[in-house]
């Protein structure tokens, strides 16, 4: 499996709270991506990363907002948790050598 | 707006039945193309890829799938399934072309079971 890990695997979280969830990969990879998971949309893109400091919006990104400071971490930060952010959120790493994405072992969040 | 759909959303099957898994996409520049798995409780893991070349892949556990590009589709298939092949099954488009270094889009998913 590709060196990625996700924290916190779960958390419960009330409305109105910030949450923030970290990806790090040992890889060195450019790419990171933020995905969530819910049924019956299969996942759907936040935000992701073509680089430190550089990132950009995906499909569904309304409410969250990302950092990369370093080519090993991309956080993923809800600024004001709301309900219908209840979801499994899985980050994944990709480079042009490796040709694809890998994901990680996903952050299970539910916001009461 | 791009998609890719997956016609099947729950599939139920006996041991050693032949399984296909629809999937077609709404692109019609050039595509990569993908099938994840997800076993219960678990990440998503590659199952096969396709950039160029033969339109039928193999991927792992015995699985293929075949682009036809005239019909915008990528069916996965598996002549015999096994209990342990129970799980989400995920396609997903790439519409870079040039890279897959880009975005994927999923497709909605098929969760397969199979009765032992």
């Known amino acids: 499996d590709a060196g990625i890990t996700q924290s916190p695997r779960h958390k419960v979280t009330e409305t109105g709270t910030p949450v923030t969830l970290r990806c790090h990969q040992t890889?060195?990879?450019?790419?990171m991506y933020w995905y969530r998971q819910d049924p019956g949309h299969g996942l759907r893109l936040i935000h992701y990363?073509?680089?430190?400091?550089?990132?950009d919006k995906g499909e569904v990104s309304d409410g969250y907002s990302v950092s990369r400071s370093k080519t090993e971490d991309f956080l993923l930060t809800l600024e004001s948790a709301t309900s219908s952010q209840t979801s499994v959120y899985f980050c994944?790493?990709?480079?042009?050598?490796?040709?694809?994405?890998?994901f990680g072992p996903g952050t299970r969040l539910t916001v009461l | 707006a791009q998609s890719v759909s997956q016609h099947n959303h729950h599939v139920i099957l006996s041991e050693a039945a032949s399984l296909e898994l629809g999937c077609n996409y709404s692109?019609?520049?050039?595509?990569?193309l993908f099938w994840y798995v997800q076993y219960p409780g678990q990440h998503l893991q590659l199952l096969l890829k396709?950039?160029?070349?033969?339109?039928l892949v193999k991927g792992i556990k015995g699985f293929e799938a075949e682009f036809i590009k005239s019909k915008f589709s990528f069916n996965l298939r598996k002549p015999s399934v096994q209990w342990s092949d129970t799980a989400e099954y995920f396609c997903?488009?790439?519409?870079?072309?040039?890279?897959?270094?880009?975005?994927?889009?999923f497709g909605q998913g098929t969760t397969l079971q199979v009765k032992p």
């Open positions: 396709y950039f160029s070349g033969d339109p």
């Open positions: 990363s073509y680089g430190v400091k550089d990132t």
């Open positions: 994944a790493i990709g480079s042009r050598e490796i040709d694809t994405q890998y």
């Open positions: 890889e060195n990879h450019r790419y």
């Open positions: 692109y019609g520049g050039t595509v990569n």
């Open positions: 997903a488009v790439s519409p870079d072309g040039s890279s897959n270094t880009g975005k994927l889009i």
